[in-house]
């Protein structure tokens, strides 16, 4: 069988995390470049727009992450431990034959979900920065677009899990207090590495130039045009992706000793 994405059944090393995290940037750049291809579309995230969808109580892309959750749901998605849906509640159970995921988590994990805080950055703060304003009708494909924008941000955040998870036991010694103190500071100090912060944000940037400019035969060049604004791409990560994945890390340390 092919060797699934997840690096974790094979044991965990913070190198197989980080290819990884990097392999996961290919997935957000791309999904970012895929929704900037329709304007704002605002209709997407108006609830009058979708008030007469029935069984709708929301905007347009509210039903379809629900609905697709849903289905994904049955489909055996959130059995793994490493997808978190956007509305937990209701969700159907899966009725596709289980999967022994490996156990590498403590169970506290299970209670780590900041999809709400995700899902406010996204729509609120980041999609503003990246799209271009207007409307083209297309509101279905818009809100399908966005849900993998979030899928594909949810899952590197919440990968923070696992890299708590190795950094805990490769330095338990130094965890450990810090834990029975309950002390974020400490923590948050433990688990960085400026460098590799500093790395992944110039990575990015650089992805965001690569996978974005126009491919054209001859020499005309890309002229610095690319489908989304490398920066605004090493600002995600700078601003919202790492802090995102570093709560993520201290919420589930804090609870690594229950
Ligand atoms: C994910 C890690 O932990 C922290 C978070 C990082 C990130 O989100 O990219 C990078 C470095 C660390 O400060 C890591 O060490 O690789």
Same mark, same amino acid.
């Given at each position: 069988m092919a060797k699934a994405e997840s690096n974790v059944s094979d044991g965990l090393t913070l190198e197989l995390i980080r290819e990884s995290l990097i392999r996961q940037e290919d997935t957000i750049v791309f999904s970012l470049i895929e929704r900037a291809?329709? +304007?704002?579309?605002?209709p997407t995230y108006d609830k009058s727009y979708a008030? @007469?969808? +029935? %069984? @709708?109580?929301?905007?347009l892309v509210e039903f379809i992450v629900k609905e697709t959750e849903a289905i994904q749901a049955k489909a %055996?998605?959130?059995?793994? +431990?490493?997808e978190h849906p956007f509305f937990p509640d209701n969700l159907p159970p899966s009725q596709v034959p289980p999967h022994k995921y490996p156990e590498v988590l403590h169970p506290a994990a299970m209670s780590v979900n900041i999809n709400k805080i995700i899902w406010d950055m996204y729509f609120n703060e980041l999609l503003p920065l990246f799209v271009t304003p207007? !409307? !083209? %009708?297309?509101y279905a494909s818009t809100a399908t677009r966005d849900l993998e924008c979030l899928q594909a941000l949810s899952r590197r955040i919440h990968y923070g899990k696992l890299v708590a998870e190795v950094k805990f036991r490769d330095e338990r010694k130094d965890y450990e207090p810090a834990i029975r103190a309950q002390d974020r500071d400490t923590l948050i100090n433990l688990l960085t590495f400026a460098r590799v912060e500093e790395a992944v944000k110039k990575r990015v940037e650089k992805k965001a130039m690569t996978f974005g400019q126009e491919v054209k035969l001859g020499d005309e060049g890309n002229k610095g045009k690319y489908k989304v604004n490398p920066a605004i791409v090493s600002r995600l990560y700078g601003d919202w992706v790492i802090p995102l994945t570093k709560d993520v890390e201290v919420e589930y340390l804090l609870h690594r000793l229950d």
């Open positions: 291809r329709f +304007p704002l579309n605002s008030s @007469s969808v +029935p %069984g @709708s109580c929301g905007s %055996g998605r959130y059995e793994n +431990p490493e207007g !409307d !083209d %009708g297309n």
